[in-house]
Nanobody
Framework: QEQLVESGGGLVQAGDSLRLSCAASARTFSTLPIGWFRQAPGKEREFVASISWSGINIFYGDSVKGRFTISRDNSKIMVYLQMSSLKPEDTAVYYC????????????????WGQGTQVTVSS
């Protein structure tokens, strides 16, 4: 069964860095765009970053530009989200997703989702 599994979340202080990983179970994911979204309590799921299968096309949400970096290693079927200069407002459950159709910044456009990993940033 094809699936995505996030890891690397945790509790950090403001200004710290954290790297999230998204592991895919199937080789087909290495040919698909992968995205990261996040959802804070009481808020809608928010686009964080996305990367094309080649790694050439990369997009970031406005709130994380300059602080987060998305990358992928297709040989390992892994996608990473390096988060730096973390802020309390970055606190959320972070999800990776695959295989979008349409607007990549809309969560509804993505077909496969992981279960999420919690990131908590204390002030």
């Amino acid at each position: 069964q094809e699936q995505l599994v996030e890891s690397g979340g945790g509790l950090v202080q403001a200004g710290d860095s954290l790297r999230l990983s998204c592991a895919a179970s199937a080789r087909t994911f290495s040919t698909l765009p992968i995205g990261w979204f996040r959802q804070a309590p009481g808020k809608e799921r928010e686009f964080v970053a996305s990367i094309s299968w080649s790694g050439i096309n990369i997009f970031y949400g406005d709130s994380v530009k300059g602080r987060f970096t998305i990358s992928r290693d297709n040989s390992k079927i892994m996608v990473y989200l390096q988060m730096s200069s973390l802020k309390p407002e970055d606190t959320a459950v972070y999800y990776c997703a695959a295989d979008p159709e349409g607007d990549w910044k809309r969560s509804q456009s993505w077909s496969f989702w992981g279960q999420g990993t919690q990131v908590t940033v204390s002030s």
